[in-house]
């Protein structure tokens, strides 16, 4: 039936901004006249709507500088001039205008607003994280936390290295180059003392939901079919490291920012980190990047001296990924 209909719309659906975007619950309106406003104590909730008829909805939690994510849902969605329909749901909704929407419950009205102001990579990260959650089947309750310091970083790092080029490009002088690179180097350990110390202060909600996501991590399948191919010395794709990557953020969300500010990581230097950050062995890394194992221990040595600027082991650059 969803499908159906969907076709009908489709040609509505093409002529007008309508539902497409994100918005966020204002004020619900109870029968005895009572209004609810929203975010109650940093808490409200969000719905993502695309043009391929996905909604996808979730609970916003603000703890301090985090955010917490906890998916409700993602269904499909019809609309047409002025009335949306649900999937599996009798609610309506109906557009007031470009900026506002209402829906229209058994017992009780919600004004929802459109949001204008996240960016691109946000709207994605919800996508992913409530689309993820869902398809895994996991009806549970689970709180995930959003990267935005990560991102945040991430901005800096890139504006930093920006200012680093216009200075090279204009004065061109060796000793001024040295000079902005050990300045890059000094002003990246300290951004990581800021991320740990913003790391050592959050909240016990922040640092139990990353205890339960690293959890629940080592424990899932995804986890146990990376280990039985890591233990078989099978070479991973492209797209074996992206997954990768992206279940690490999920867990540790300023582990990569913290890393690239730190240091221009090659490819095969950052894939050691990843797999030094999910407890694997150095010789089960040699395996897997087709490299000698003293390769592995040489890398490790050199990225300790890079970014410390001391001769270190390799079992202490070991130490410095787990902590991150």
């Known amino acids: 039936m969803i499908a159906t209909l969907s ?3 489709c040609a509505k659906q093409d002529e007008k901004e309508g539902i497409a975007g994100v918005w966020i619950l204002r004020e619900i309106n109870l029968p005895d006249g ?6 109650i104590d940093g808490t409200s909730f969000i719905r993502l709507y695309d043009n391929d008829n996905t909604y996808y909805y979730a609970e916003l939690m603000t703890v301090g500088k985090e955010t917490l994510i906890v998916p409700l849902r993602k269904s499909q969605y019809l609309y047409s001039d002025t009335i949306y329909k649900e999937e599996k749901n009798d609610d309506n909704l109906y557009m007031k205008d470009d900026t506002t929407m209402i829906l229209q419950c058994q017992f009780f009205t919600q004004t929802w607003t459109r949001v ?3 960016t691109e990579e946000k709207k994605q990260e919800i996508r992913d994280i409530v689309k993820n959650h869902i398809d895994n089947k996991n009806v549970n309750l689970t709180q995930y936390v959003l990267s935005t310091t990560e991102r945040d970083l991430r901005s800096q790092v890139l504006l930093f290295h ?7 490009l204009t004065v061109g002088a060796t000793a001024l180059y040295t000079f902005h690179l050990h300045k890059q180097k000094k002003s990246m350990e300290r951004k990581l003392n ?5 790391k050592e202060n959050r909240p016990q909600l922040i640092n139990d939901a990353i205890r339960k996501l690293e959890d629940n991590f080592f424990k899932s399948e995804y986890y146990v079919s990376l280990r039985h191919n890591i233990e078989a010395g099978r070479n991973m794709t492209d797209k074996d ?3 990768l990557e992206q279940k690490i953020k999920g867990i540790y969300p300023t582990f990569s920012s913290t890393l690239y500010g730190l240091y221009n990581f090659s490819p095969i230097e950052y894939q050691v980190c990843l797999l030094l950050k ?3 062995s150095p010789s089960e890394i040699a395996n897997v990047i087709n490299k000698d194992i003293s390769t592995i ?7 300790y001296k890079k970014v410390f600027d001391k001769e270190g082991s390799a079992k202490e650059w070991d130490d410095f990924i787990v902590s991150l």
């Open 162 to 168: 920006y200012i680093v080029i216009i200075l090279i």
């Open 194 to 198: 800021i991320i740990e110390e913003e």
């Open 116 to 118: 204008t102001t996240m």
């Open 278 to 280: 999910i407890h694997t």
């Open 7 to 9: 076709l009908v719309f």
């Open 241 to 243: 490291w992206t997954d």
């Open 34 to 39: 009572t209004i609810q406003n929203y975010p």
């Open 297 to 303: 221990s040489n890398i490790r040595r050199r990225l």
